[in-house]
């Protein structure tokens, strides 16, 4: 098995504690390579490795268009590679490859648009209320940045935080999740190759408590970047609190895609089925919770279960899988506890119902695309986020009574609506508390557009345009024309 080191400072290094750790397939459940087991030495070694390449290094002192040339050039090499990348996500995270293959073909836009950005970060002159001096702001970088990243998207999700920090011309210790560390090594090779010096990118590898906390605890990290789940995102948020650091935080979801009496039928079933079982509900954004209105709910129901019903489970390396396995051991038993929750609160078991073991799932950790139907968005399963292929379906009767249950949540991060009513799109989008409202389709997200939570669903934007003042923090400078020498002991 494939050792992988840790990069610091432009260095692949040993972990301080000499110690390793397997990372397994989630299709076959063998291991297949062995990631450095990283301690709190060894975050201390890579914030300081990116502090002297912000403080000391070549990196600040290039234009901000020579910083922007840089990520442009590391979006080419991302699309040269994007095969190899793509297939490592895979054997890591069991995710289908078309699924993976499209998200890293996607990655480069973001090093391109927001290279195109670092040398657009303008500060402003202000016409001051007093006369004799000259006043502007500077949009300068934090410092060094942390970004902690989950399993389920590791490179795309890099792309998001990495992109604006260096534009705005931070530095960054990554700590991928311990589930899927490959892909991620592998990507940092091409910082190198791009030209970027030394210790303005840096990767550590291992567990949240024993690598990822001593990270955010550090006194010289400035800003931490996080997604992952909100019961992380929590700790970490009171840990950043105490440092006065700033935050970033992409957390959970459990969000409701509602279906009215006049959508177009066939285009919202196969949206509530791409909602939660693509990517086998492994995402932030999965439509787990599916409003479906009174009046269509039992037709509807039924075309959903025979689509649901064929989906092929397999090899997700295979283009033609549809449902692939659960990458995590913990994730696989917390999806399997929530199917027996669903069945202990009552609610009506339609399809699946457990782990899948048909042949074609081989030894892999796969659960049977489940929908619940009868459920009461008060019951855990309509509650709690599952994070698997477990729908629950939910009538209501009109527009307020949707609403009302969509609202009803601590989280909101993705809502999808499907009427062919104009009128009724715009209210919901309006009025659902969530930080995407998608209508009539589901699950689009790109670079240019604003990403995040409302809620528990996390602090802070990613994507668009103003993610990268989330990067950069503003100076006022003041500067004496000949205002003359002033009293001292009074404000000026
Ligand atoms: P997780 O919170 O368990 O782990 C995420 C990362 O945090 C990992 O790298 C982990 O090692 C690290 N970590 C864990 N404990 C830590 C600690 N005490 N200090 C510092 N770092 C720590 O999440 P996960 O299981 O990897 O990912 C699934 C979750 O991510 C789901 O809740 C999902 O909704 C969320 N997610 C959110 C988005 C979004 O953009 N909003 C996208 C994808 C996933």
Partial sequence: MQKHLMYIAGQWVEPSTGEWFETDNPFTSEPWALIARGGA?????????????????PWKDLTASARGALLRRLGDLVAQNAARLAELEVLDNGKLIAEMRGQVDYVPQWYYYFGGLADKIEGSVIPLDKKGY???????????????????????????????????????????????????????????????????????????????????????????????????????????????????????????????????????????VSGIFAATGQTCIAGSRLLVQESIHDAFVERLLALASTARMGNPLDSGTQVGPVTTRPQYEKILSYIEIGRNEGAKLRLGGGAATRPECGSGRFVEPTVFTGVHNDMRIAQEEIFGPV??????????????????????????????????????????????????????????????????????????????????????????????????????
């Fill in 41 to 57: 030495a060894d975050a201390d070694r890579a914030v300081r490795a990116a502090h002297d390449a912000f403080t000391n290094g």
């Fill in 134 to 272: 000259f006043n502007y702001t500077r949009n300068e970088p934090l410092g060094v940045v942390a970004a902690i990243t989950p399993w389920n998207s590791p490179l795309l999700l890099t792309a998001w935080k990495l992109a604006p920090a260096l534009a705005a011309g931070n530095t960054i210790v990554l700590k991928p999740s311990e589930f899927t560390s490959v892909s991620t090594l592998e990507f940092v090779k091409l910082f190198e190759q791009a030209g970027f010096p030394p210790g303005v990118v840096n990767v550590i590898t291992g567990y949240g408590k024993e690598v990822g906390m001593p990270l955010v605890e550090h006194p010289l990290v400035r800003k931490v970047a996080f997604t992952g789940s909100d019961a992380t995102g929590r700790v970490i948020n009171e840990t950043a609190a105490r440092g006065f650091k700033r935050v970033g935080l992409e957390l959970g979801g459990k969000s409701p895609n509602i279906v009215f009496e006049d959508a177009d039928q066939d285009a919202a079933v196969n949206g509530a």
């Fill in 391 to 492: 729908l629950s379906v939910i009538p209501f009767r009109d527009e307020e009574d949707a609403l009302r249950i969509a609202n009803d949540v601590r989280f909101g991060l993705g809502a999808g609506v499907w009427t062919r009513d104009i009128g009724r799109a715009f209210r919901m989008a309006e009025r659902i508390q969530s930080g995407t409202v998608w209508v009539n389709t589901y699950r689009a997200v790109s670079y240019m557009s604003p990403f995040g939570g409302y809620k528990d669903s996390g602090m802070g934007r990613e994507n668009g345009a103003q993610a990268i003042r989330d990067y950069l923090q503003t100076k006022s400078v003041w500067i004496n024309m000949g205002a003359g020498t002033a009293n001292p002991f009074v404000m000026r």
